[in-house]
């Protein structure tokens, strides 16, 4: 089974600009979440999409947004982009489901974000 | 709140010698708790989970973990460390009382595994 894929891997932005990250899940998986990690703050949690739903939210202003579409994959914007927006950009999936969440989520590469 | 500590940034062991990497968490119900290997430029990859059951939990690549409830604690830990094992660790946290599936994770700790 083909594991998290994600798009592009590198990417470079300017100031001001926006940018669309993009992540497929391994298949049959419904939960997607989305991760930042920097070497200041860590991983931190952006959120988290079931069924083209948002489910849970991190503390991040709201230039950062998703979205899941109805095949599971998922896509994050972040728009107006700052010097801080520099991370890696992780997503993660899990079978999901409406019970209690005990299934691992399994991570992609990355997408390398730098903002110049 | 939810929160999960490593306290060593590093650990340093000679090949061989068993390893030990600490992790403990906060959480205001019952844990879910995973362990993640990050290698340079790469993703996180997923090593072992205590969901409930035995305290011992056994993983991938020789690695075990063993849950404490009254010390809050979730350890990894392998008898005998490799070179290759040197990477950035990941303890991470899920709250049961939280329906989602969003992860708390600690700072990370660089084990150094030398010839």
């Known amino acids: 089974k083909a594991g998290v894929t994600q798009t592009p891997r590198y990417l470079i932005k300017t100031r001001g600009q926006q940018v669309t990250l993009s992540c497929s899940p391994i298949?049959?998986?419904?939960?997607v979440s989305w991760y930042q990690q920097t070497p200041g703050q860590g991983l931190q949690f952006l959120f988290e999409?079931?069924?083209?739903?948002?489910?849970n939210k991190g503390n991040f202003p709201g230039r950062f947004s998703g979205r899941q579409f109805s095949n599971s994959r998922s896509e994050m914007n972040v728009s107006t982009l700052e010097l801080g927006d520099s991370a890696l950009y992780l997503c993660?999936?899990?079978?999901?489901?409406?019970?209690?969440?005990?299934?691992?989520?399994?991570f992609g590469p990355g997408t390398r974000l730098t903002v110049l | 709140a939810q929160s999960v500590a490593q306290p060593e940034d590093q650990v340093n062991v000679a090949e061989g010698n068993p390893l030990t990497v600490k992790c403990t968490y906060s959480?205001?119900?019952?844990?879910?708790l995973f362990w993640y290997v990050q290698y340079p430029n790469r993703g996180l990859q997923f090593l072992l989970k205590?969901?409930?059951?035995?305290?011992l939990v056994k993983g991938s690549y020789g690695f075990e973990a063993e849950f404490n409830k009254s010390q809050t604690s979730f350890h990894l830990k392998k008898p005998s460390a490799l070179v290759s094992d040197s990477a950035l660790y990941f303890c991470?946290?899920?709250?049961?009382?939280?329906?989602?599936?969003?992860?708390?994770f600690g700072s990370g700790t660089r084990l150094l595994v030398r010839p």
């Open positions: 999409y079931f069924s083209e739903t948002q489910r």
């Open positions: 993660a999936s899990s079978s999901g489901g409406r019970g209690p969440p005990t299934d691992t989520q399994y």
């Open positions: 959480v205001s119900g019952n844990p879910y």
């Open positions: 298949s049959g998986h419904r939960s």
């Open positions: 205590y969901i409930t059951g035995d305290n």
């Open positions: 991470a946290v899920r709250d049961t009382k939280d329906s989602s599936y969003k992860l708390i």
